[in-house]
């Protein structure tokens, strides 16, 4: 069973659509990232969460909507999304402190 | 201001042959973190290798090697022997003491290709 595990691999959703992506860590790891990756830019740190709980949300615009109910996973909701909007996204988790991040496969989304 | 410079947009490196990829970071922490992750096609993002600012000793595994030269605030990764599996985006990557969440900041990245 992999470390991080993100679902679905690949999303085309229309502007008006909802959808959710879902991360999943069995490393049992205490924080969480969302980073947004675009075509030939850095990636972008978007949320984190430790504990459970937002700790940082890095002036995301509201049509993402982060959620952690526990510390195994973690969820973007996606509403009315712009075709700007389309991007790698990956999910990480780490143990405070030090040590390395571990990153799911990423859900590659096209806004149409 | 970006943290994390990586210079090299793109290299073309044979196969068997040993590649320096560049990396240069900018803090004001003593303590911190450098990484390198490796990218494929697939899309994941791969840890490769990890240096601690206090480590003395360059960081090592298996053909990944990490050349830090604190001074001058680089953290180049070697790669020896290449094989065409290594053909990836490179990214460097660091987590400063100063931020308490422990989150990294990532370079535009370096996309090898590996030619037989």
């Known amino acids: 069973e992999t470390g991080v595990t993100q679902t679905p691999r690949h999303l085309v959703m229309g502007m008006t659509n909802k959808k959710s992506l879902k991360c999943e860590q069995h490393?049992?790891?205490?924080?969480m990232y969302w980073y947004k990756q675009s075509a030939k830019k850095p990636l972008e740190l978007m949320f984190v969460?430790?504990?459970?709980?937002?700790?940082e949300n890095n002036s995301v615009p509201s049509r993402f909507s982060p959620e952690c109910p526990n510390s195994s996973h973690l969820f973007l909701h996606l509403h009315t999304l712009q075709p700007e909007d389309s991007a790698l996204y990956l999910c990480?988790?780490?143990?405070?402190?030090?040590?390395?991040?571990?990153f799911g496969q990423g859900t590659r989304l096209t806004v149409v | 201001a970006q943290k994390i410079t990586q210079t090299q947009p793109g290299m073309f490196v044979q196969e068997k042959e040993a590649v320096t990829l560049d990396c240069t970071y900018d803090?004001?922490?003593?303590?911190?973190?450098l990484f390198w992750y490796k990218q494929p096609s697939s899309g994941e993002m791969i840890f490769l290798i990890y240096?601690?600012?206090?480590?003395?000793q360059n960081a090592t595994e298996g053909r990944y090697s990490l050349n830090f030269q604190k001074a001058r605030k680089s953290a180049n990764l070697v790669i020896s022997a290449s094989q065409l599996g290594d053909s990836a985006m490179y990214f460097c990557?660091?987590?400063?003491?100063?931020?308490?969440?422990?989150?990294?900041?990532f370079g535009a990245g370096t996309q090898v290709v590996v030619t037989p």
């Open positions: 990480a988790s780490s143990q405070e402190g030090y040590t390395e991040a571990f």
């Open positions: 490393l049992g790891h205490n924080a």
């Open positions: 969460y430790s504990l459970e709980e937002r700790v």
């Open positions: 803090t004001s922490d003593q303590s911190y973190g």
């Open positions: 240096q601690g600012s206090y480590d003395e």
């Open positions: 990557a660091m987590r400063e003491r100063s931020d308490s969440w422990g989150k990294l900041q």
